[in-house]
């Protein structure tokens, strides 16, 4: 079964230093991966998703991630941390049907000044 | 721009009572879902509804009924509440089952506490 594993449950990083989640998942064929983000009190947004071609995906709000099939990995970084990114992340992989998103428990970045 | 609309946002229960968590969505999807978040839990999956009609189990089904009313109406039926039910629910829908690749839109979450 489909599995993802996000490693650090809370981080915590500097205004304007580089962050990097880690995120790993179980999954025998080509996966379909997603990261979301989620603020206080709101619902989940979609921040970028990979399924095919260039393993280096960019998304929104200057976030991009790496899909690593050797490590079984899809590592969520960003160059300069804003204080508005502090947030939980969640990295998700579609089941082998297809038919929903398996989420990770999710990592709570925190920004300081 | 409505999306995925969840309603009540928040919701007190005694133990024993029911209720119908609503979820609408006005994006023409066929998949909806119904997932659960707890502390350090992520986000679980009690079920889903590729499509009008039909409807399966996730990961966590136990004391949750599901209807898919139509193709925007998608509830969530408590029909005996319980502390261990507390949680954030949140509905989400993706436009096709077994499309891998397309990701899911959520509402805002309907925060339920259960006494």
């Known amino acids: 079964a489909q599995s993802v594993t996000q490693p650090d449950i809370h981080i915590t990083v500097s205004e304007g230093a580089s962050l990097e989640l880690r995120c790993n998942y179980s999954y025998g064929a080509t996966p379909y991966l997603f990261w979301y983000v989620q603020s206080p009190g709101q619902g989940l947004q979609l921040l970028l998703k990979?399924?095919?071609?260039?393993?280096l995906v960019q998304g929104i709000k200057g976030f991009e991630a790496e899909f690593k099939r050797s490590q079984s990995s899809f590592n969520l970084r960003k160059p300069s941390v804003h204080w508005s990114d502090a947030a939980e992340y969640f990295c998700a992989v579609a089941n082998q049907a297809g038919t929903a998103l398996i989420f990770g428990k999710g990592t709570t970045l925190s920004v300081s000044s | 721009n409505a999306g995925v609309t969840q309603t009540p946002k928040f919701q007190v229960l005694k133990t024993g009572q029911s209720m119908t968590l609503q979820c609408a969505q006005d994006?023409?999807?066929?998949?909806m879902y119904w997932y659960r978040q707890d502390p350090g839990m992520g986000l679980r999956l009690i079920y889903y509804?590729?499509?009008?009609?039909?409807?399966d189990k996730g990961e966590v089904p136990n004391g949750y009924n599901v209807s898919r009313l139509n193709k925007r109406e998608f509830s969530l039926r408590l029909e005996s509440a319980a502390p261990s039910q507390t949680s954030v629910y949140f509905c989400?829908?993706?436009?096709?089952?077994?499309?891998?690749?397309?990701?899911?839109?959520f509402g805002q979450g309907t925060r339920l506490t259960v006494v």
């Open positions: 994006m023409n999807h066929n998949s």
């Open positions: 990979y399924f095919s071609g260039d393993t």
């Open positions: 509804s590729a499509s009008e009609g039909t409807t």
């Open positions: 989400a829908s993706r436009r096709n089952p077994g499309d891998g690749n397309t990701e899911a839109f």
